[in-house]
Structure formats: structure tokens, C-alpha cells
């Protein structure tokens, strides 16, 4: 499934102030999206996409935004453009994005992606779009749940 939001949606929007104090990552879930969409938690499953416009992710630089995402299931996040410390959190929390600069994805469109490549087929409209591949080291750093995994794995990391 996919949920598809405009432009601007910032980390306030994506989970609320109030709820960032928490360790309880399944906290986060339960209120992600809920002041721009509260029926978002009840009907977000495992591998679903949020679609979105300009500046996804703008705002505060927490951490728990993208984690909140992820935590209640999204599978990558498609935007025209990102704030870039959003990005980078992202990454580091393993979420995968896909910056598209145009695309009309809706949320009745049956999506498949491809983050090597950076291809995104929208089968519903029999439409592909190319978003740019993203490093190597940064699929790495997905495939292997977050920064801090891959470092670990890597023998980089020191607890």
C-alpha cells in the first residue's frame, strides 16, 4: 500500500514532540503520522511506501522520526526531495529513500523499487522513474539494519 502526502512534512508532522522521550520504539510507531493522518498507525503494514513532495522530513533534526517510520513498517520512503538531515538519520537507522524529483504516485499505485539502481516502477500507471543510485556504502549500511550495525559487522564499532 501506499500513503501519499504533499510538501513540507516535517518531523513534528511525522511524530510528535511529546513522544520522542521514549526508549519503547513500538511507542513511536503508535503515533507516527497521527496529527497529519491519524488513521495511518491502524492501517500502515509491513512493506508498505509513503510517497510525498518537496522537503520530506524538514524541521528538527530527531532521530525518532525515521525510526517511528520504520518501527511501524514502512518500507522506503519516496520523495521528490529531502531535508537532508532526515536523510542521513534515515540511513543511519536503516530506512531506505528514494529521492524522485517527479512522480505522481498515488496511494491506489502498486509499486516496485530498486535501491541500486534507484529505478521505481509504478505498475498501475505503467510508469518508471529513476531516482539517483544511492552509494554502495549506503546500501550497505540498509541491508544491515542501521549505521551502527554495519559498523559493528565492519569491526569499526566499540561498545
Do not use: W
Not at 47 to 53: I, P, S
Not at 82 to 109: K, M, Q, S, T
Not at 129 to 148: F, H, K, R, S, T
Amino acid at each position: 500500500m501506499v500513503f501519499s502526502y504533499g510538501d513540507n512534512i516535517d518531523t513534528d508532522r511525522i511524530i510528535p514532540g511529546k513522544y520522542t522521550k521514549t526508549l519503547d520504539m513500538s511507542q513511536l510507531a503508535a503515533h507516527v503520522l497521527e496529527d497529519l493522518d491519524p488513521a495511518f498507525k491502524d492501517t500502515v503494514r509491513q512493506g508498505d511506501v509513503v510517497a510525498a513532495g518537496f522537503n520530506f522530513g524538514c524541521g528538527s533534526s530527531r532521530e525518532q522520526a525515521p525510526i517511528a517510520l520504520k518501527m511501524a513498517g514502512v518500507a522506503v520512503v519516496i520523495a521528490r526531495t529531502f531535508a537532508r538531515i532526515f536523510y542521513r538519520n534515515a540511513i543511519n537507522v536503516g530506512l531506505p529513500l528514494l529521492e524522485i524529483r517527479e512522480h505522481d504516485i498515488a496511494p491506489a499505485d502498486s509499486l516496485t523499487y530498486d535501491l541500486k539502481t534507484g529505478q521505481v516502477t509504478n505498475h498501475t500507471k505503467q510508469k518508471t522513474y529513476q531516482a539517483a543510485p544511492m552509494p554502495q556504502v549506503m546500501i550497505d549500511i540498509l541491508n544491515e539494519g542501521g549505521l551502527v550495525a554495519y559498523l559493528k559487522k565492519n569491526g569499526d564499532y566499540k561498545i
